[in-house]
């Protein structure tokens, strides 16, 4: 499953909305990918999160694979969406 998605989050994906992204991804038995400018990473790994240095207005494409890539594409979308900074999971951890 493929989607491409505007972070909408207030704080984009840096240091603790990239942990909670990787949190996130990796309650689901799917892989994950991100990818932002032609680099694509793990969307399970912190590090990779980080190095695509997303900014709140970035698009990032997301590819979800296995048992679970539909609930973790729509968990995945909805924190990136999410405007609501003070719920920096968007309610989903």
Known sequence: ????????????????PA????KIANQYDAD?????DG??????????ILML????GSEVS???TGPEAAA?????EAFLTSVDAS???GGLV
């Open 1 to 16: 499953m493929k989607k491409t998605v505007v972070v909408r989050n207030p704080m984009g994906l840096h240091a603790r």
């Open 32 to 36: 994950v990918h991100v990818a932002k």
């Open 87 to 89: 719920s920096e999971a």
């Open 62 to 64: 997301m590819e979800t």
């Open 72 to 76: 973790a594409m729509e968990a995945l």
């Open 19 to 22: 942990s909670v992204f990787v």
């Open 53 to 56: 240095a997303a900014e709140q």
């Open 39 to 48: 680099q694509s990473v793990n969307g399970k790994s912190i590090m990779g």
